[in-house]
């Protein structure tokens, strides 16, 4: 059975720290890049970082570059996302997905149609609030 879990979510006060794990099961990470996409009540999913399958390439959004990072570990099919200086507008539902198709970590960020992506996480929550 293929599964994406997310976990690491919480409420952090600004300016506070988290990182946000994405678990792969049933199929073979390596060949996947992946991707962490936010969606806050009221607004549009974003792609707020994506990695290649190699590591080779990342790719962050304006709003994150400089404040977060992606990592991945193929050996424990897991990738990462650190988040440092947490504000309040990172408050949302964070998802990680999974792309097999190839394409560009700037391209895979910025998809439009969810089912674009082959697999989807269920989700995480995180707050950041005083």
């Known amino acids: 059975q293929v599964q994406l879990v997310e976990s690491g979510g919480g409420l952090v006060q600004p300016g506070g720290s988290l990182r946000l794990s994405c678990a792969a099961s049933?199929?073979?990470?390596?060949?996947?890049?992946i991707g962490w996409f936010r969606q806050a009540p009221g607004k549009e999913r974003e792609g707020v970082s994506c990695i290649s399958s190699s590591d080779s390439s990342t790719y962050y959004a304006d709003s994150v570059k400089g404040r977060f990072t992606i990592s991945r570990d193929n050996a424990k099919s897991t990738v990462y996302l650190q988040m440092n200086s947490l504000k309040p507008e990172d408050t949302a539902v964070y998802y990680c997905?999974?792309?097999?198709?190839?394409?560009?970590?700037?391209?895979?960020?910025?998809?439009?149609?969810?089912?674009?992506?082959?697999?989807w996480g269920q989700g995480t929550q995180v707050t950041v609030s005083s």
């Open positions: 997905a999974a792309d097999g198709s190839g394409r560009a970590v700037q391209a895979m960020c910025v998809i439009q149609k969810a089912h674009e992506l082959n697999y």
């Open positions: 049933g199929f073979t990470l390596d060949y996947y890049a």
